[in-house]
């Protein structure tokens, strides 16, 4: 098998043994699916009548990003419970196969999180165009690349659950700001481009930085 | 001890030319015909500004030394130039808000984007501390802030962008296409302000440091007698 052939099947590999837990176990999605539903419902009567869509639309950006801490915060649970982190690192494979096959067992979970929060929000609020759910997707790619990172950067401190939102958020504002733009702004298209940079520059840099987050 | 003396001759010369620069600005440095005294802040705030970035990238930079060819001693600098930025952020965000109040009549407005980039590094870099403090002493710890100190470096520019694209701009731009937008007099007095910043933020990393180096020396000392 070639190099790059090699490297993908050790990131399904991995990204397919977290699925595998979490279709076992149920530790994390339907924990993330009521979260984000009951979230809504909170807003619902956080916004004040007449509030307007756009308010709304923030709203939705906020259970976006805090249903994402939540995957999070377990994403590594895992490997440090049962002490597996050791042995990934010491498995013969690229060290950033870890984080990739990890972004990707995030992402999916949080997909499934945004597949049930997105008619949630159009039934409950406001209708949900093309250019907003383009937003959520790209942005939903920089969540998880970056929080994956992060989440295993918190695991390895004391505080873990405290410090991840504290590191997160900072690093969030810019995606908050690309996806409510893509939803409300008539130049959605800006925000869409500014989303897929966000991605691209934040990807490489943890792809490129997550073997000395790990290694002892 | 050089190292210790050459910290205290560079304070005295931070000192001096801080006492210069407020002379100038306060003093020499003609009134702005639109803003009047208020404006006078700035030959203060924005050289923070500049530090403060300065600092952060600098930080980044010892960071990223760190990851390539290791050393210790890296670590502490790179902690030691993101604290100066801290502080320099710090300092920003209230220069800002003075001038804020004293130009548009309030503290804080979400549509300068300069203070809100600043909020946003502030909380990034302040989690920075959390994250250090919250770790193990030892190599893991010098590798992991120094991963979220190059972090740190890609968001500002990302930010700005993200904060440029949420608001519209308001904010006065001393520097554009066209060359600094003052007269002779007031660059100079800039200049001289912006150097009096970098030489004390320079002069606060070296006795940080100075006071790191020491604090391990003695706890190295301390185990070999224990």
Not at chain 1, 28 to 43: H, I, K, S
Not at chain 1, 157 to 177: K, M, N, Q, T, Y
Not at chain 2, 86 to 97: H, K, Q, R, Y
Request: aromatic content about 12%.
């Amino acid at each position: 098998m070639s190099g790059v052939g090699l490297y993908a099947s050790d990131v399904f590999a991995l990204a397919r043994k977290d699925l595998r837990l979490e279709l076992r176990a149920r530790d994390t999605l339907p924990a993330m699916l009521l979260f984000v539903v009951a979230t809504l419902a909170v807003f619902h009567f956080a916004l004040p009548t007449g509030s307007g869509d756009d308010a709304a639309y923030g709203m939705l950006w906020i259970a976006i990003v805090f249903t994402a801490l939540l995957g999070l915060a377990r994403a590594w649970a895992p490997e440090r419970d049962g002490g597996a982190l050791d042995g990934l690192v010491l498995a013969p494979c690229d060290r950033s196969a870890i984080w990739l096959g990890k972004t990707l067992a995030v992402l999916v979970f949080l997909t499934a999180a945004e597949v049930v929060a997105l008619p949630a929000f159009a039934l409950f609020f406001a209708p949900i165009g093309l250019v907003a759910v383009a937003g959520v997707v790209l942005a939903s790619v920089g969540i998880c690349a970056v929080g994956s990172l992060l989440a295993a950067m918190a695991a390895a401190s004391r505080g873990r659950e405290v410090i991840l939102p504290l590191l997160f958020l900072p690093l969030a504002i810019p995606l908050v700001v690309g996806g409510v733009g893509a939803g409300i702004s008539p130049d959605g298209a800006t925000f869409l481009s500014f989303l897929g940079l966000y991605d691209v520059v934040f990807a490489i840099l943890a792809w490129a930085t997550f073997e000395y987050v790990v290694t002892e | 001890m050089s190292s210790r003396n050459n910290t205290t001759l560079l304070a005295g010369g931070a000192a001096a030319l801080i006492g210069l620069a407020i002379v100038l600005a306060l003093l020499v440095a003609p009134q702005d015909a639109n803003q009047g005294v208020s404006q006078r802040i700035f030959y203060f705030h924005v050289p923070i500004a500049l530090t403060a970035y300065t600092c952060f990238g600098l930080g980044a930079w010892k960071a990223l030394r760190l990851l390539w060819v290791g050393g210790e001693r890296r670590d502490i600098e790179s902690y030691s130039w993101i604290h100066q930025g801290t502080i320099f952020g710090a300092l920003t965000l209230i220069t800002g808000s003075i001038w804020a109040k004293a130009s548009w009549g309030v503290w804080w407005d979400w549509r300068s984007n300069q203070l809100v980039l600043f909020l946003v590094l502030f909380l990034f870099y302040c989690a920075y501390f959390m994250l250090r403090f919250s770790l193990e002493e030892g190599p893991r710890r010098e590798r992991i802030s120094a991963v979220y100190a190059l972090f740190g470096v890609a968001l500002i520019p990302v930010s700005f962008l993200a904060i440029r694209l949420a608001s519209d701009f308001i904010h006065p731009t001393a520097f554009n296409r066209h060359g600094p937008q003052m007269t002779n007099s007031m660059f100079a007095t800039f200049c001289v302000c912006w150097a009096a910043i970098t030489l004390l933020a320079y002069v606060m990393y070296r006795v940080e440091l100075l006071g790191k180096r020491t604090d391990s020396n003695l706890r190295e000392l301390r185990e070999l007698l224990s």
